[in-house]
């Protein structure tokens, strides 16, 4: 399988606990990006990387959450000091993109669901 | 800013059409429309870059009003496997950004 894989995907944590999911994207995608979802809503956009470099974050990633993508390759999304709010589906997306007029597809993984007790 | 879906639900019958919409209030770049079933990943269906511009595979198709700053789904002769939530995701006019999805369509197809 060559898609985009995540791990774990369930994740049961106490508030207040930190949490590191993993990300590892198509093989070759120079993007990838992390959004979360929560139920009947569409994949809010968290961060995204070009390489290694964050590109941008959304005003939804506290000071909380960090992300890192240390060699271009896979990508780590720690949240500290877990809430309850914090649950949700966080979903990583892949793409070969950056280029001017091209078209640039995401490609997303299954999903980590976190629920904070 | 993020588009808006129309319907939020509708339920099909097999073989019966459907159109979900999605509008934006600011000009777009392009429009990407996804496929989710319950607990699976978004499923990439197709991407709209240029204003007119019309794609399809199969019984699904989709256009871009680049004027009305809208897109359109088109499912034609349902079938079961359709079922699932429809996402459409939108890039601002600079292209080559995140994408901002709608709230979905929840499309259910009955036999």
């Known amino acids: 399988d060559t898609g985009v894989s995540q791990d774990p995907r369930h994740k049961i944590t106490k508030r207040g606990q930190n949490v590191t999911f993993r990300c590892d994207p198509i093989s070759e995608h120079n993007r990838l990006y992390w959004y979360r979802q929560t139920l009947g809503q569409g994949p809010e956009f968290l961060t995204y990387f070009q390489n290694e470099a964050q590109l941008e974050k959304s005003r939804l990633l506290s000071d909380r959450f960090s992300a890192e993508r240390p060699k271009g390759s896979f990508s780590t999304l720690e949240i500290q000091r877990t809430e309850q709010g914090d649950s949700a589906m966080y979903l990583c997306?892949?793409?070969?993109?950056?280029?001017?007029?091209?078209?640039?597809?995401?490609?997303f993984g299954p999903g980590t669901r976190l629920l904070v007790l | 800013q993020q588009p808006v879906q129309s319907p939020q639900a509708v339920i099909l019958r097999e073989g019966e059409d459907a159109v979900i919409n999605c509008s934006s209030s600011?000009?777009?770049?392009?429009v990407h429309w996804y496929r989710q079933k319950h607990g699976e990943a978004p499923i990439f269906l197709m991407i709209l870059l240029k204003g007119g511009e019309q794609k399809g595979h199969d019984k699904i198709s989709a256009s871009f009003n680049e004027k009305k700053q809208q897109s359109s789904l088109y499912l034609t002769a349902s079938q079961l496997s359709y079922s699932g939530t429809y996402f459409c995701?939108?890039?601002?006019?600079?292209?080559?950004?995140?994408?901002?999805f709608g709230k979905g369509t929840r499309l259910s197809v009955i036999a």
């Open positions: 995701g939108t890039e601002k006019p600079s292209g080559n950004t995140p994408l901002v």
């Open positions: 997306a892949s793409s070969l993109g950056g280029f001017r007029g091209g078209q640039e597809t995401q490609y």
């Open positions: 600011k000009a777009l770049y392009s």
